[in-house]
């Protein structure tokens, strides 16, 4: 690991200041992915701002009846809390089929959120790789590509989104909310904070340089059977090969997420639209422009069998 420097920060506005005074530092917290990214010489910040005391680890209602999250709250705390398991339901099951205990005790709402992908050449250092190294090549899309994208890769990254929580989130429709140095705040739809990865896939959210996110915010919560299915090589401590997120509201309309298939959650409004029409024109929508490899192509069958199978568990017709 690479010498750095360390500051704790008092208030979201110092935290963003510092950011832009330190040209290349990051914001820990948790640190569950940081830390092994920086001892693996793939993160080498020269300075780390510590965000732990910025007092964001509270969860309220919001004035429409929805709730808000702040950046700081730790996974197992969202996972077990009340108003989440009774309201949001999907987000509370995908959290828990995320990772082990320890880490959901450490792993913050915004870190979840922007942790970085799980290709194993991203991981090795050795290999090209246009995420981490720009300009040097994919190596996944000629060599080992099974969990990789299936659908919304470009020809310079086919890297997936690691997180479950995220799935669920924008499923929600859910929206973060931010900070910049200049005391400026905005709010971004969770769809909306994974650009396309195109020829930059080095550019991994929307966010500027220093903006810190304060808070994730939940609209009301939405009536119906929620169900998170997540489909991986062990029953533990695996990150999805497939992953589905559904809401089915007492009309059978709803919506669906899927997760390790692309770049971002997974989810489009066609698609929600044909839910009563049954599983295939949703599947079909989703995927229209799924380009795998013939390492990732059973992914396709994979998501289509799991998507019938959570929709009809939804619908109560599962055996």
């Not at 990051?26 to 701002?49: Q, S, V």
């Amino acid at each position: 690991m690479k010498a750095f420097t360390y500051e704790r920060v008092s208030t979201p506005a110092q935290a963003a200041l510092s950011a832009q005074q330190h040209p290349g530092c990051r914001f820990i917290a948790g640190g569950t992915n940081l830390l092994d990214l920086m001892k693996l010489g793939i993160e080498t910040p020269g300075h780390l701002i510590d965000v732990n005391g910025l007092k964001l680890d509270q969860t309220e209602v919001t004035p429409d009846g929805g709730l808000r999250i702040g950046a700081l709250v730790r996974n197992t705390d969202i996972a077990a809390d009340i108003r989440i398991r009774r309201d949001y339901a999907v987000l509370s099951r995908a959290l828990l089929a995320g990772a082990s205990g320890q880490l959901r005790n450490q792993a913050t709402t915004a870190g979840n959120l922007l942790q970085r992908t799980r290709c194993p050449y991203f991981y090795d250092v050795n290999q090209p790789c246009n995420k981490r190294a720009p300009g040097t090549g994919c190596a996944a899309i000629q060599g080992y590509s099974r969990q990789n994208a299936i659908v919304g890769g470009s020809d310079d990254c086919i890297a997936t989104h690691p997180s479950d929580m995220a799935v669920a989130m924008q499923l929600l429709g859910a929206e973060i909310e931010t900070v910049s140095a200049d005391g400026s705040e905005r709010r971004i739809a969770l769809s909306d904070l994974y650009p396309s990865p195109g020829s930059t896939p080095h550019i991994e959210t929307v966010l500027q340089s220093g903006e810190l996110i304060v808070s994730v915010v939940l609209p009301p919560p939405v009536e119906g059977v929620h169900l998170y299915r997540k489909v991986r090589d062990r029953a533990s401590y695996a990150f999805a090969l497939v992953s589905v997120a559904a809401v089915i509201r007492p009309d059978r309309s709803g919506r669906v997420a899927m997760g390790g298939v692309a770049y971002k959650p997974w989810r489009s409004d066609e698609a929600d639209a044909e839910i009563q029409n049954g599983f295939q024109p949703v599947f079909d929508r989703l995927f229209s422009g799924a380009r795998p490899t013939d390492d990732n192509r059973f992914k396709l069958v994979l998501a289509k069998r799991t998507l019938a199978s959570v929709l009809a568990e939804a619908r109560g017709t599962e055996s």
